[in-house]
């Protein structure tokens, strides 16, 4: 089951060398064709089902690549910028790049707590604003983490075959959720930011409110670490809990695969997408900011009544 940390996507390298084959390197358009009529020829021919499935998936790249006259690379070793950031935003350098974003946030948020009091309170501020401006911040770090983690690989990828293709085909459950089906990586540019952005903010919010209510820096890792990516291990691991998925906001935590329903084909739940995951991203955030001011309100009554005690005294 670990193997879906490690690729969601359908291998298709088998295709690499196929095309060679069929003399790739002197007409890629041809050899693309003849590889196509070769495949449709085995479909016609064989018994096992999930030969002709994966054949059918091939042909599907190849018409694909065909159409828009791009020269194929390497699903698991990709070797142009664009084909290196959608690896790069794959679940496995995800959650990587999330336990990252985790201990630098915890670091961020937890400075403001010594001896397990807030010493943020001392400056003329209130509680919320000082909640705003620590979710704030640990979001803005995230995304700028996010952004230069993008843009490092894409120039490692543009070292080996330039640049790429910004519409190279990408496998999605969209339009076709038994099968996939390919379309331009461009297309998910815009729903991957936007869920990525959305995740960033929940994230942090739900960071800070642990570390709110620990006030002490290894607790709060220790238990943001544990909560988050235990959360995702459960819904790519674990069928019972796949089923519930889209009920758990951490799932949304990579924009790329929620955006292409990668994720949602592999643990067989439909609502997994970018609609439904923005609009629980949300929902969720608003939760825990309900939550973090109901936690003021909480602790802005108890110092009353304790300077009340004090008063009378």
């Known amino acids: 089951m670990f193997t879906m940390f490690l690729n969601l996507q359908s291998p298709n390298d088998s295709i690499e060398n196929h095309l060679n084959n069929f003399e790739y390197s002197n007409n890629y358009l041809n050899s693309y064709k003849k590889l196509y009529y070769f495949n449709q020829k085995v479909i016609k021919n064989s018994k096992y089902e999930d030969v002709k499935i994966q054949l059918v998936e091939q042909n599907e790249l190849l018409k694909y690549l065909t159409s828009k006259k791009i020269k194929y690379d390497s699903e698991s070793h990709p070797t142009s910028g664009y084909n290196f950031l959608k690896t790069n935003n794959e679940i496995l350098m995800m959650i990587i790049f999330l336990i990252i974003s985790i201990f630098i946030s915890v670091n961020i948020m937890s400075s403001n707590f010594f001896e397990r009091k807030n010493i943020a309170t001392l400056l003329p501020l209130s509680k919320n604003k000082i909640d705003i401006l620590n979710i704030f911040f640990g979001t803005l770090v995230y995304l700028c983490l996010w952004i230069t983690n993008n843009i490092f690989s894409f120039v490692l990828g543009c070292l ?101 329903m990668n994720l949602a084909h592999n643990v067989e739940n439909i609502n997994l997408n970018d609609h439904y995951g923005i609009y629980k991203l949300v929902i969720y955030t608003c939760v825990i900011a309900i939550l973090i001011m109901l936690s003021n309100f909480i602790s802005n009554k108890k110092s009353i009544l304790k300077n009340k005690k004090t008063y009378y005294h």
């Open 160 to 260: 080996f075959r330039g640049v790429g293709k910004i519409n190279y085909p990408i496998k999605t459950f969209i339009f076709n959720f038994q099968y996939g089906s390919y379309y331009g990586l461009d297309k998910f540019f815009i729903t991957t930011t936007c869920v990525q952005l959305l995740f960033g903010i929940f994230i942090n919010a739900f960071i800070y409110f642990i570390v709110k209510l620990s006030k002490d820096k290894i607790i709060s890792l220790f238990f943001s670490i544990l909560i988050i990516i235990g959360a995702i291990s459960l819904v790519c691991l674990f069928q019972p809990i796949s089923k519930y998925a889209h009920l758990i906001p951490f799932s949304f935590f990579d924009g790329l695969i929620i955006s292409n």
